[in-house]
């Protein structure tokens, strides 16, 4: 297997774990969003690629929401970005911003539609 094959892979495991703890957040803004305040803080799961991780980041319902904007993008704690398959895009004090490369920009773009969006871009 060729050495960009398996970069492509890795990009892709990690966006599909990125993806799920980006599911986990969504839920989590859903819950509070008829409870905060857009200013007031709220706990997201930190959203790397290593699966146990279980940091928590503190960032407003309106922080959250702007990282949300771009499908490729996920927030992390400070040292757990991997830039074999990310890039930083941003610096905060209790979180990066980091988007996915290549393959896995590409699958976390897809894992980001509704699944009645999908159907219809594959048909």
Same mark, same amino acid.
């Given at each position: 297997m060729s050495s960009d094959r398996l970069i492509d892979l890795q990009r892709e495991r990690a966006a599909r774990n990125q993806a799920l703890f980006r599911e986990v957040n969504e839920r989590i803004d859903e819950l509070n969003a008829g $409870?905060? @305040? %857009? &200013? /007031?803080? $709220? #706990?997201y799961v930190c959203e790397c690629l290593d699966p146990s991780c279980a940091e928590q980041i503190a960032m407003s319902h309106q922080d959250y929401r702007g990282i949300?904007? %771009? @499908?490729?993008e996920f927030f992390v704690a400070p040292g757990h970005e991997v830039l074999q398959v990310e890039e930083v895009v %941003? /610096? =905060?004090p /209790?979180? #990066?911003i980091v988007r996915k490369l290549g393959a896995g920009a590409r699958l976390a773009t897809r $894992?980001? =539609? @509704? @699944? &009645?969006?999908e159907a219809e871009a594959a048909s």
């Open positions: $409870l905060a @305040p %857009d &200013e /007031r803080e $709220l #706990l949300r904007t %771009d @499908p490729a %941003d /610096r =905060q /209790r979180w #990066l $894992l980001a =539609q @509704p @699944p &009645e969006a």
